[in-house]
């Protein structure tokens, strides 16, 4: 009778260093592992999200072309976007309700600064940009009732005018951002502090926000509200809002003074082809103790037309008033009697995450120098930027 069984070997001596570093990156990715595991099960998530974008080019002042000004050679960052980086997440509390939140910071990835733009010398008196300017909210949503935001939030308006519009939350290039929120008369910025929104659940494709900011002490409150349909290829919207003085706006808000504005907003995609377009007024009404009544028609119209992986961009808007605003020095930027810009560009994705693109725009303003004669100077300026766009 044969035994057919194998002795058994054992192990003795030093493990070999390959073998004691596997075990070692295994020691240090299971707990990794569990700890997203352990989110996982209990429907909790943190997500570090981003977006750099670096350009090169030939620019202007963004805030509009003045008599006297050259154009500079530069490398900056947001050509088709603001660059930033955050972090947020979400708990699911059952029932489909969600705890959410959002820190969001701008970063100028040219020199590692936060913020878009350093603070701003009287008269414009603008602070830069502070951390987690972009957004820092907490809220609550449920499926059946909505979502309730508080804290620092993207304006309904600046919501109403990148999402219909082809060349996105671009403020260098994007005619109705530049016309709107840049070196514009509208106060207001494109976020406010100390806000509380309301977002309804959508209903047979109609939704609707309502928006209001504490004042903190520097005057009267904003409100704004949204209304917007989406079916299809088809969608539009309309937004408003009133702002008394600016309560803690940033580098963007470059006006201290009360207004009003409404902008109406549709888009149709045709496949290949989508066409956006805009139609609004900025009402500026001053201060209490230096009350105006001028008023700016905005509008711009924009198509992307998508070839295979790249996109081709083009967009045309205008700011007008036929009331007589404050004369302004011929060495500031201008426009504050009208200002047109027509910007042609192309995108070409290297990958879902990736792109570069060429952008150009001729921008356009009149300037009223003397204020009781019909005197305004005109100023063109041409911006070229080529650069690259990389989402993570």
């Known amino acids: 009778m044969h035994d057919n069984t194998k002795p058994t070997r054992r192990l003795t001596g030093a493990i070999p260093t390959g073998a004691a570093l596997a075990l070692a990156g295994l020691a240090t990715v299971l707990p990794a592992q569990a700890q ?4 996982a099960n209990s429907g909790s998530s943190v997500q570090v ?3 750099l974008d670096a350009a090169v080019g030939s620019m202007h002042n963004t805030s509009g072309i003045n008599a006297v000004e ?3 050679k530069k490398q900056f960052s947001g050509g088709l976007s603001t660059s930033r980086w955050g972090i947020q997440g979400q708990e699911d509390l059952g029932e489909g309700r969600l705890a959410q939140f959002d820190l969001s910071s701008f970063i100028r990835n040219e020199s590692g600064a936060a913020g878009r733009s350093d603070a701003l010398p009287a008269p414009v008196n603008v602070a830069a940009d502070p951390y987690f300017s972009r957004a820092a909210w907490l809220g609550l949503s449920d499926p059946k009732l909505g979502r309730l935001r508080v804290g620092n939030i993207t304006t309904l308006l600046f919501s109403n005018s990148i999402t219909s519009n082809s060349l996105g939350d671009s403020t260098t290039f994007s005619p ?4 709107t929120f840049v070196g514009s008369p509208l106060s207001g910025g494109t976020a406010w502090a100390s806000s509380v929104v309301y977002d309804s659940p959508v209903i047979g494709g109609v939704s609707g926000s309502l928006a209001y900011a504490a004042s903190q002490n520097q005057g009267g409150p904003n409100t704004a509200a949204r ?3 989406n079916a299809g290829p088809l969608s539009t919207s309309v937004a408003l809002q009133s702002v008394n003085r600016n309560p803690q706006t ?12 409404w902008q109406w907003a549709a888009s149709y995609d045709f496949k290949p082809l989508k066409v956006f377009g805009h139609l609004g007024q900025i009402d500026n009404r001053g201060t209490a103790s230096a009350p105006q009544s001028v008023q700016y028609r905005v509008w711009d119209v924009s198509a992307m037309l998508t070839m295979g992986s790249g996109r081709w961009l083009a967009a045309y808007g205008s700011r007008t008033t036929g009331d007589r605003p404050t004369a302004v020095a011929v060495t500031a930027a201008g426009g504050n009697v009208s200002r047109k810009i027509l910007t042609l560009g192309y995108s070409h994705a290297l990958s879902p995450r990736t792109e ?3 952008l150009f725009a001729r921008d356009e303003t009149r300037t009223r120098q003397v204020p009781t004669a019909p005197t305004v100077v005109g100023a063109t300026g041409n911006n070229f930027a080529v650069g690259i766009r990389h989402r993570f």
């Open 49 to 51: 999200y981003g977006l």
């Open 250 to 261: 940033f580098a963007d808000g470059t006006s201290s003074n009360n207004t009003r504005a």
């Open 356 to 358: 570069v693109y060429s």
């Open 70 to 72: 050259s154009p500079a």
């Open 227 to 229: 209304v917007a349909y």
């Open 36 to 39: 997203a595991q352990a989110q």
């Open 176 to 179: 109705i951002n530049l016309l």
